[in-house]
């Protein structure tokens, strides 16, 4: 009974200091910075291995910087990894719920994996947290309205020469 008065006032100091802790904004360390410009410098002379190799330094030097984690979604999928670049993008929307690029670019991967509906849902978030007038909700609705890539018959022949067609 004694200690009462002395651990709700450590609880409280806690309970307020965490508070504050998680409602600031991260700045990102600068070597992460560099390493996220490099990166985009890599991606954009086409370099996509050396641009993920880039952001995943950066991500070693920065955990919480949420930016990699977008980078990174970007990248693998113009690989057409749409799966890792889903796993990148949620990533990135738990350190940052409201992130409108996140739930922009995890729509759009999902319309190239073909999960129209879902990508549906993305867009209406972003139309609740936005509007609607947003670029990120106009890139999604227009990456809906376009529809999953097809791929033919032609596109999906082995290059072997082995394998003629008919």
């Known amino acids: 009974m004694r200690f009462t008065p002395a651990a709700l006032a450590l609880s409280l100091l806690v309970a ?13 360390d600068p070597r992460a910075a560099a390493l996220v410009a490099q990166g985009r410098s890599a991606a954009d002379a086409g370099d996509l291995q ?12 920065d955990p919480a910087f949420t930016g990699v984690y977008l980078h990174l979604a970007d990248a693998a999928r113009q690989q057409g990894l749409q799966g890792k670049a889903i796993h990148y993008y ?11 690029a996140a739930i922009s670019g995890e729509g759009a991967a999902m319309v190239e994996k073909g999960a129209v509906t879902k990508a549906e849902r993305n867009l209406a978030q972003l139309q609740s947290l936005c509007g609607g007038a947003c670029a990120e909700a106009e890139l999604l609705a227009a990456a809906i309205a376009q529809g999953p890539p097809v791929q033919t018959a032609e596109a999906a022949l082995p290059d072997g020469d082995g394998v003629a067609q008919n």
């Open 16 to 28: 307020v200091s965490a508070s504050v802790g998680h409602g600031a904004t991260h700045d990102p």
């Open 50 to 61: 050396a641009a993920i190799d880039a952001y995943e330094s950066a991500l070693v030097i």
């Open 90 to 100: 949620r990533e990135a929307l738990q350190r940052e719920p409201g992130n409108l």
